[in-house]
């Protein structure tokens, strides 16, 4: 099963390395890794999506903890979350395609945001499952390029990951 | 005070209150060195080679349980340091590592001497900076120290940018009294509700068994270890990180366990019903193969780092928290519990450990003509009446050392468990000797161990440090060898050492003192020669049975009641 973990971070060089490191040193598997700095400016938040079996994702937590500039993290795939990824797609758009595709857009609440004589670029956010779901609608045969952010998260309610 | 960087580093060693520090000097530590030219505070050891010095700092360290200290310059002085910090690393010993680096202004152009050593130690330290204000030079020092020493303690690495210390460049310098981190907290105390249910179950136990490690002698709670198993009348083992934490001649220390351990000590571990891990982290030589690792067992284990905690064997009761007190309170609880021991089954149980330590699974042939190795450790032992300093590099002689010196005291025995490096142990019996001049170092080694680290023979001499350096010379990678011979069918594929020095003169053109031992009977008579001789280092080159393998041996992929014995050791007389 796939898990978000989210990772406050000092925000200091080789920051990135240790948790990147961290990783491939001891086989653990990184589906998407996403990090910009918060408010704070000397925190960076780290979003990791990672699978595993339960004693796997246990160390994982552990080894992150462990690392000295990691201040905070929680798996929020264990309490009710908010997940986005943020992608952008380039699609071939040619004749009655156009039409199509732009209809498909708008069905998946994308937004076009370049528009050529033969291509669109389209933006769409949403749970990976989605942006996976209008990959396949539009089909291979159509996309020239696809560029996804990785899955980011938060928790719902109260609850929250801060210092 | 406003000082230049260079004195910086050196004025935060004084504050730091270091008494050495372990280096070798280079362009992009000059002004460093130019600052500790200038006070006689810190003694500065000039090693042969940096791994020398890493080596020397960790025994030191080892030794005292003061962090060691090292100076190094960039590229590939810091390379050749990267060894001996791993070998920390993998120990869990505090080690403070300061390493020169190429100006700011030309890190990361390929400039002369560079190498990107915060990246190439970040996976084999406990942390590391790259500083890049002079101002902030005091403090990192400090968070170095405070993160090498606290917690589980490891080596910290900070790299210098060699215009960080040019002496023109003044700043105000004030060495901070404390250090907090926001993400680092390392004083845990273990959880009472859990401590009480691991008591409760110790107290129910009908076979239980002690089995700690090196957090023991790290957490300095050799003494609540102690306490606490004599308390309850129950058997232990330790660890070869762990030896020396309970008195090796007590009659509850049924001896080492895992691939090298006894008999006595492996079935143990495999029949308990309770299992008691302190400080211990569950190593792969010690498990052997882990689904059928203590298959009776409930485990309870105590240790600082969380992520030791099932990490290799799923743990029934975790402790999280320093050993120290831990044990303490379990000592109050066990003398306050109206449940005790259950004394009939523990009075069986100890029938059948005594069985199986009757097999005598360390047992050699004592008469043989040849020198055996685990005689001339014997005699080391019967000789220091166990209370010597023995550092070893790794392979057979340190499996003999582990087996046949009984430690009665932590600190005692120092060696490369983790990582297993060879060539550390000659260079580590000098930081020992320097941490504890009027002690006895023995180095147990071979001829091949010794030869990796040969150099720091020249330091020995330069600081006078008078180490006895026990040479079990079988002319073989004797560990490599043993391998080859059972699961390769005797192939010894590049395991002898066909050109060995004579080191009787090599020792002498260092200006130690160096002896040839070839018969049985002078194995004594020399090794209270060569301990008389108190102010000099002496090389005694032990020329032993080549044939000679380290038994018991739990192989790969097999359990800890799959022991293979020594020839001649039979298991099927029938035990309790």
């Known amino acids: 099963m796939s898990h978000i973990i989210s990772i406050l971070i000092e925000n200091e060089s080789g920051a990135l390395a240790r948790v990147a490191g961290l990783f491939s040193a001891r086989g653990y598997n990184i589906e998407s890794l996403t990090v910009a700095p918060t408010q704070d ?113 938060i928790l719902r309610g109260e609850r929250g990951l801060t210092v | 005070m406003e000082l230049s960087g260079g004195e910086i580093l050196v004025q935060c060693l004084i504050d730091e209150g270091v008494e050495y520090i372990f280096g070798y000097p280079g362009g992009a530590v000059l002004h460093i060195y130019d600052a500790l030219f200038k006070q006689d505070k810190v003694k500065h050891i000039l090693v042969r080679h940096e791994q ?129 981190l926001r993400s680092y907290n390392p004083h845990v105390k273990g959880h009472r509700w859990q401590i009480k249910k691991a008591v409760d179950m110790l107290l129910a136990a009908k076979r239980p068994m002690i089995y700690s490690g090196g957090g023991i ?138 069985a199986w330590r009757a097999l005598d699974s360390l047992g050699f042939d004592r008469n043989a003509d040849v020198i055996k190795p685990q005689y001339v450790v014997e005699q080391l032992w019967e000789m220091t009446h166990g209370d010597a300093y023995i550092t070893s590099d790794v392979g057979q002689h340190q499996m003999f050392a582990a087996q046949f010196y009984k430690f009665d005291k932590p600190r005692r025995w120092i060696n490369s468990g983790g990582l297993g490096t060879m060539g550390f142990g000659m260079p580590a019996a000098i930081g020992t000797k320097l941490a504890f001049p009027d002690a006895d170092v023995f180095c147990i080694t071979g001829e091949a161990s010794i030869q990796m680290c040969i150099q720091e023979l020249a330091t020995a ?27 390769y069918g005797s192939r010894y594929s590049q395991t002898y050492l066909e050109t060995l020095p004579d080191f009787v003169k090599l020792a002498e053109s260092y200006g130690h003192v160096g002896i040839r031992i070839d018969k049985r009977e002078d194995v004594r008579p020399v090794l209270e020669k060569a301990m008389a001789m108190k102010d000099k280092t002496v090389f005694l080159d032990f020329h032993i049975d080549p044939t000679e393998n380290v038994y018991p041996m739990i192989e790969a992929g097999k359990a800890h009641h799959e022991m293979r014995l020594a020839p001649g050791v039979n298991t099927d007389t029938e035990l309790a």
């Open chain 2, 52 to 180: 020398g010095a890493t080596h020397a700092a960790d025994g030191y360290a080892r030794s005292s349980g003061k962090p060691g200290v090292v100076l190094v310059t960039s590229g590939p002085g810091a390379t050749n340091a990267v060894t001996g910090i791993a070998t920390a690393h993998m120990d869990s010993i505090p080690m403070v590592i300061l390493c020169g680096q190429v100006p700011m202004a030309v890190i990361g152009s390929d400039a002369f001497q560079e190498a990107d050593i915060s990246g190439i130690t970040r996976p084999c330290v406990k942390h590391n900076f790259l500083v890049k204000d002079v101002t902030k030079l005091a403090s990192t020092i400090k968070k170095a120290f405070y993160l090498a020493t606290t917690g589980r303690p490891g080596p910290v690495l900070v790299d210098i940018p060699k215009n960080l210390t040019d002496p023109r460049v003044k700043v105000p310098y004030e060495y901070p009294k404390s250090v907090t």
């Open chain 1, 41 to 153: 400016s000397t925190l960076s938040r780290m979003t990791l999506v990672t699978t595993g079996s339960d004693e796997i994702i246990e160390q994982i937590t552990k080894q992150l903890n462990k690392l000295i500039d990691v201040v905070k993290l929680i798996d929020i795939s264990e309490s009710t979350h908010i997940e986005r990824e943020l992608m952008m797609v380039k699609t071939r758009a040619v004749n009655g395609g156009r039409e199509e595709i732009m209809r498909l857009a708008e069905i998946f609440r994308g937004n076009i945001l370049d528009v050529t004589a033969t291509t669109f670029i389209i933006e769409i956010t949403g749970e990976k499952s989605k942006l996976d779901a209008f990959l396949n609608t539009v089909g291979e045969e159509n996309i020239i390029e696809v560029v996804r952010s990785g899955t980011t998260g």
């Open chain 2, 461 to 487: 001499r330069q600081y006078r440090t008078a180490i006895k350096i026990v040479n079990l010379n079988n002319g073989y990678m004797g560990m490599v060898r043993q391998w080859q011979e059972f699961s």
């Open chain 2, 217 to 354: 002698v790290q957490g300095e709670a050799s003494e609540e270890l102690t306490e606490l198993t004599r308390l309850l009348g129950y058997p232990i083992t330790n660890t070869l990180m762990g030896l020396g934490a309970y008195p090796g001649t007590d009659k509850q220390f049924v001896g080492m366990l895992g691939m090298h351990g006894t008999y006595e000590a492996n079935m143990a571990m495999h029949e308990c019903d309770v299992l008691i891990a302190a400080g211990s982290r569950f190593d792969d030589r010690i498990t052997g193969i882990i689904a059928e690792f203590c298959p009776y067992a409930k485990v309870i284990h105590i240790d600082i780092d969380p992520s030791s905690i099932s990490k290799n064997v799923r743990v029934d009761i975790p402790i999280v928290g320093e050993l120290k007190p831990v044990l303490a309170e379990m000592i109050e609880l066990v003398k306050a519990s109206d449940i005790q021991p259950d004394a009939e089954a523990l009075t069986l149980w100890w029938k059948k450990i005594d």
